[in-house]
């Protein structure tokens, strides 16, 4: 009695890792896709999830491992010729050309493709029958990813590669949306899925990518705002103190920030913002009062006008007096021979100011 063999996997990723600016993207990844299997791309921001997708795309080649097409290496020209047919790519960049109209820009992929007949039905699945004479220029965020999902199903190759597919979308675009997945996988499809939103996908496998820069708990402090009408209440973290020499402070812990919430949490103190206002309460925290902030403010506001005040009046002065000094001085001879000087004979073109 002879075993069967298994069926080799459509696609193959064998210990795949991906660079991206000389850092490390991806690491040691190994998924195996049958016909009628999904992958969904689950992480936060920056994590990978598009550099995956790119990856299989064959926008960029991996870094150490190899991608498997049939057995066959996609990086190789041959076979990437050959493998790039089977692909169908969505992204955020819908490629839609706001003077054509939502038909035309459905067909001219299709007839690109070398096929006809598939355009129309596809817009009337996704919703927009009613608007398939209309310039695309027309269409809201929603309904162009709606005429994206429609240039998919026209298209109608095996391997689909969707890139957040659901942004946009209401309720009833992503029902639509896990519908058609649903369909193509019947039909033998794969589906590669990056997404951050729920989608509902029967029997898919996940992979989440980890975080390339894990967030850390920070507390934000701050010392000066220019708009003296905004009040502010000044912060002291428990365990810190107030260096003299540099105005600066310095914790005696080695994570203020943790021990600042854990006390939060020990005396339930509150923190409100309401108006642009401020509020802590509790007995660990000391709060300067928005009041005592807008006094201090105002005072310091009164006291650089009177000083820019009273530089202006110097450089008046200063000004005046050097106008004087260019003044014509004319010396007469009288008849018996003395000389008499006479000043500010021709007067100044400059009018003069009471007080100067």
């Not at 066959?72 to 109209?101: M, P, R």
């Not at 820009?105 to 996704?126: C, D, H, R, T, Y």
């Not at 913002?273 to 401020?278: A, D, F, I, T, V």
Request: glycine share 6%.
């Amino acid at each position: 009695m002879s075993l069967r063999k298994a069926p080799l996997p459509r696609i193959l990723l064998d210990n795949v890792s991906c660079m991206r600016n000389a850092q490390q993207i991806l690491r040691h990844v190994n998924v195996s896709v049958h016909d009628g299997g999904a992958l969904v791309l689950t992480g936060s921001n920056g994590s990978g999830k598009s550099t995956f997708l790119r990856m299989l795309a064959g926008f960029s080649k991996p870094s150490a491992g190899q991608i498997l097409w049939n057995g066959h290496d996609v990086t190789e020209s041959g076979v990437f010729h050959q493998y790039k047919l089977q692909l169908n790519w969505l992204s955020l960049k819908d490629a839609i050309k706001e003077k054509f109209t939502v038909l035309d820009n459905v067909q001219w992929f299709e007839l690109l493709e070398g096929k006809q007949g598939n355009s129309l039905p596809a817009i009337e699945l996704m919703g927009l029958g009613r608007l398939a004479k209309d310039k695309a220029r027309m269409l809201s965020m929603g309904q162009r990813k709606r005429l994206q999902l429609a240039r998919l199903l026209a298209i109608d190759r095996p391997i689909w590669l969707l890139d957040e597919p659901s942004v946009a979308l209401d309720d009833d675009g992503v029902r639509l949306l896990e519908y058609i997945i649903a369909e193509h996988r019947k039909k033998g499809g794969i589906v590669f899925v990056a997404t951050h939103l729920p989608i509902n996908i029967e029997d898919a496998m996940y992979l989440r990518l980890p975080p390339r820069f894990p967030r850390r708990m920070t507390l934000v402090m701050v010392d000066h705002l220019p708009d003296p009408k905004v009040k502010v209440a000044a912060l002291q973290i428990p365990g810190q103190k107030k260096d003299s020499s540099t105005g600066s402070q310095r914790s005696d812990s080695v994570k203020p920030q943790e021990k600042f919430f854990n006390d939060l949490s020990k005396n339930k103190a509150s923190i409100n913002l309401n108006n642009r206002e401020l509020w802590v309460s509790s007995a660990n925290i000391s709060a300067e009062t928005g009041e005592e902030k807008r006094s201090d403010l105002g005072n310091k506001h009164r006291l650089l006008f009177d000083d820019l005040n009273n530089q202006r009046k110097r450089e008046r002065v200063v000004h005046h007096s050097d106008l004087h000094d260019k003044n014509p001085h004319i010396s007469i001879t009288t008849e018996d021979g003395s000389t008499t000087g006479k000043k500010d004979v021709a007067k100044s073109p400059w009018p003069r100011f009471p007080g100067f």
